[in-house]
């Protein structure tokens, strides 16, 4: 969604740093650059001023008490990334739980915000967090609310509570009064109630929010937004404040390529935090925003911190140390253990979104953009077409085991060579790693040079392929 506002600031930071020193008149164009940059990504024109005027006057103190170009320019980028952060909100501010549950938590935004996917969202991430939502079907407006929240519950194992049918049947502040009336009879500790939105805001919509939010007196109102409607984000959530309060914004659908300039702007008009972030259509397409890590993706940093726990939820802690234990001891990684990990990998999502959290993923792009999704599945069907004894010793795979595979995944032998190629290469890697060496295409990565421990080596074949391996024996 940044792509644009991240590789202008990229140019513009990486021009800076080529200064020998940097001047007064630098800081000026470099403000330029920014003010620029973020006028053309939709950020407000008075959040862009605000956010101009303070770095302005923070970098040119700084260059009075810096002196080398380098530092000087690092200073400007660090002022940069605190103003950014500053308007994305600052600190992350997490729901806060009420003492005495349910804590209910409403849900308010025009119609296509994405509410009802949301609150499927919430209650699944809660409840893997120990917690016990009940979902209240309040939306009894848009065509088909009603049903989707329940299929959604049912889809993650969360109640939903839907007394009335909805499609313009039933009393939304009715049913919401009673929903949270039935958590607290049934001990669930949170209520998330959907609620109706409009194509536009209208007074009738306002209304029916505020009299929802008068009855059940909610802890939480989240009010919901679709990033990709550029400064119509703004004037919305204006409206909504204004007519009917909230606490946190969740923003949703900032995996579209809009400019992003919505995201920027809430937080610092509306002074209420970002508290969520959607990022796609899938109910794990979502979470916790932290304006920190926001700011680094902004920066071209990437966002690690959010790439390490998508890992660490993928990766089952138990799969990770067998992994760990067979590479310490020695052993062999074998398709089976490359099974797992694919596994987990389609578990992580989309392969192109976390490749985008890596720093630098700006200048890949296209490449990241080209990625094709299919590869995850069609490796593993191949994994999956062969028997478990051909899994942990690819080398008993022949000719004719390779047709056989083939087939049963539905793709060509030279698939299967290939990956079995591929493998064998990554596994020649594990081995001289575990044995201190800098394996061949991975020096210059800034790893010093370590020598690997003279081993007395069998002159083993190196592919993997009967028929390459044929031919490297001959030699
Ligand atoms: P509501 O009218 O506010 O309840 O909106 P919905 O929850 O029905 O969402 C409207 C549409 O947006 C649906 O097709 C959702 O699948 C889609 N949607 C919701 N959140 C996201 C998101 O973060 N990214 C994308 N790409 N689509 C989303």
Redesign the pocket.
Known sequence: MFDTLTSRLSATFSSLRTRGKISKGDIESTCAEIRQALLESDVALEVVESFIDQISVKATAALETIQSGTSQANAVFEIVNASLIEILGGQTRRVRFSKNPPTVIM?A???????????G?LAKFYSDQGNTPLLVAS?LQ?PN?VT?LQVVGESIGIPVFAPEPGNGVGDPVKVALAGVAFAKAKLYNMVIV?TA?RLGVDADLMKQASDIRDAIKPDEILF?V?AMIGQDAVRTSQAFLNGVGFDGVVL?????DARGGAALSIASLTERPIMF?????KLT??DIFYPERMASRILGMGDVATLAESAKKAFDSQTSAKLEAKFESGEDFTLEDFLEQLSAMSKMGSISKLMGMLPGSGALKKQIDGFDEGEISRTTAIVQSMTPKERREPKILNGSRRARIALGAGRKVSDVNNLVDRFSAAQKMMKQLRNGAVPAGMSGMGLPPVKAPVKASKKKSKSGNPAKRALEESQ
């Open positions: 849900l935004g025009l119609q296509g915000a994405g509410k009802t996917t949301l609150a969202k939306d848009r609310a989707q959907d939105g919901v679709d949703t659908k900032l995996d579209g972030a959607s990022t796609g259509e397409d979502f």
